[in-house]
């Protein structure tokens, strides 16, 4: 079964630039790469979506390769309050659903 | 209004109970969705909805029955669950159905309702 993988967890410091890969070679060629931050006991919360190329708004980029078989989020200067789990959404070939990538837990310290 | 407000968020039942959990938006979305997350694993899709028929069952047993009354509510009524369905229980909508630019997958999640199955 294609899954979409990212690394389980990274760690970070105030101020520093973090980028978040997301591998899914058995991507829908028509679909979009959506991001979403989750916090504990909460319900995961849009960040950034993009189809290919580069994509920025007020809180992140996304880098998209031309082969779009990975995604990275890139996550400029974060902050405390940005540990959180971190997963891609994306529709895999042959299948109707969106599927989350394996998540990646960022912990920022001081 | 921009959010997905679900209800309870927290609820113990017995095996043998019958519950029910409750999602509600009014953002005009056509789609919407039931998920499951354990700790510690990424959200599972159960169900989808577009224009309130059932679009997508993902092999769920049926102790779950999903409902949508009308466009702005999903409904997931539960019945003789099992401990092991102990979860977070995620609502979420989306415009339409993925495969197209505009956010169609941009999907808008509720806090989620929190179900402990003694």
């Known amino acids: 079964l294609a899954k979409t993988t990212q690394p389980i967890s990274m760690d970070s410091y105030e101020g520093q630039e973090v980028n978040i890969t997301c591998s899914h070679n058995?991507?829908?060629?028509?679909?979009?790469i959506t991001w979403y931050q989750q916090f504990p006991s909460q319900g995961p919360r849009f960040i950034i979506q993009?189809?290919?190329t580069k994509v920025t708004n007020e809180v992140a980029s996304l880098f998209i390769p031309a082969d779009r078989k990975s995604s990275t989020l890139s996550l400029p200067r974060v902050s405390l309050s940005d540990t959180a789990v971190y997963y891609c959404?994306?529709?895999?070939?042959?299948?109707?659903?969106?599927?989350f990538g394996t998540g990646t837990r960022l912990l920022v310290s001081p | 209004d921009t959010e997905v407000t679900q209800t309870p968020k927290h609820l113990v039942m017995g095996m043998t109970n019958k519950k029910s959990l409750k999602c509600e938006q009014h953002?005009?979305?056509?789609?919407m969705y039931w998920y499951k997350q354990k700790a510690k694993k990424p959200p599972e899709l159960m169900f989808v909805?577009?224009?309130?028929?059932?679009?997508i069952n993902e092999s769920v047993p049926s102790r779950f029955s999903p409902e949508c009354p009308n466009s702005s509510l999903l409904n997931l009524h539960l019945h003789a669950l099992q401990p092991e369905d102990s979860a977070l229980y995620l609502c979420?909508?989306?415009?339409?159905?993925?495969?197209?630019?505009?956010?169609?997958?941009?999907?808008?999640f509720g806090a989620g309702s929190r179900l402990t199955v003694l």
């Open positions: 058995n991507i829908a060629t028509n679909d979009y």
């Open positions: 909805y577009s224009y309130e028929k059932l679009s």
């Open positions: 959404l994306v529709k895999l070939a042959g299948f109707q659903k969106l599927v």
């Open positions: 993009g189809y290919k």
């Open positions: 979420a909508s989306s415009q339409g159905l993925g495969g197209t630019p505009s956010g169609a997958n941009v999907l808008t």
């Open positions: 953002m005009g979305h056509r789609a």
